[in-house]
């Protein structure tokens, strides 16, 4: 299984975006060759030789008010394909935060545990085996971080070690040259514009907020929900974080290696809830 990973906006109060997503696309290796194809040939038919164009310029407001009409072709056709597959999408979606987030040195931010928590109970429920991690690189520091709290998390706490199906060496790669890295970063804007414009709240009112319910909704389709017997917690595929980018380290996480269900203790569900 590959997992390909992007953020839409950052967490932190100096950033425009009111809600920060981080979003993961579960692929099966065997599906990527067609995939890219279909991503090659989509593109070459309305773009030509182009670039790679990035989500924050595919969608946007423009794209239906200017008729826009091969970013909108693109986008349409990249969230068709994907959900032509047996693919699997989660996201977790934060609120800006009032204040910087101080995350200690070799320290998994919040967002990226919820999402590979989300991709171990899915390969674990579909007995599936090791999912690789795949980011869209964004400099060699910021990326080095990442892979060290990753590789931190699942090797030195008892609880990460508890997780048997994240493949313990995340890669980042350039979505110029990894096509399907591009589903996460159209995606994740997708579910950054349903959110921003509060569209779980309300009906849209413009065209343009008609068009991102209708794609959420397809991106919608392809995520699991969660649900921990023992401890009667529903966590969504979608997950809404809010503020709170604080969660408890505490060696109270551990597993029977006979009952994967059981992975996680009803306190801790208590303390990621909003």
């Given at each position: ?47 030509g ?15 239906i ?12 056709g ?112 997708i ?5 921003e ?24 389709n ?5 649900f ?31 009952d ?15």
């Amino acid at each position: 299984m590959l997992t390909f990973i992007d953020e839409s906006g950052y967490p932190r109060p100096t950033d425009s975006t009111k809600n920060p997503i981080l979003l993961g696309v579960c692929i099966h290796e065997n599906d990527i060759k067609p995939i890219t194809n279909q991503i090659y040939k989509l593109k070459d038919s309305i773009y030509g030789k182009q670039d790679e164009i990035k989500s924050t310029k595919l969608i946007r407001e423009a794209t239906i008010t200017k008729n826009r009409t091969n970013n909108k072709a693109y986008v349409e056709g990249m969230v068709d394909i994907i959900a032509s597959y047996d693919a699997a999408i989660f996201a977790v979606i934060m609120d800006k935060p009032d204040e910087p987030i101080i995350v200690p040195e070799h320290h998994l931010p919040k967002q990226y545990y919820l999402l590979l928590k989300k991709v171990e109970f899915y390969c674990n429920h579909h007995h599936y085996g090791k999912a690789m991690m795949i980011f869209d690189e964004v400099h060699e520091d910021a990326d080095r971080k990442i892979a060290e709290a990753i590789t931190g998390f699942l090797f030195k706490t008892k609880f990460g070690r508890s997780f048997h199906h994240i493949l313990e060496m995340p890669l980042f790669v350039s979505s110029a040259v990894t096509p399907a890295v591009q589903f996460a970063d159209i995606f994740a804007g997708i579910v950054r514009h349903y959110y921003e414009n509060e569209l779980d709240q309300k009906e849209p009112e413009t065209e343009f907020q008609e068009w991102i319910v209708s794609l959420f909704t397809k991106l919608h389709n392809l995520t699991e929900n969660n649900f921990i017997p023992k401890s009667h917690y529903l966590e969504y595929g979608f997950q809404k974080m809010g503020k709170n980018f604080s969660y408890p380290v505490s060696e109270k996480f551990t597993t029977s290696d006979n009952d994967d269900e059981n992975l996680l203790c009803e306190d801790f569900f208590n303390d990621l809830s909003e």
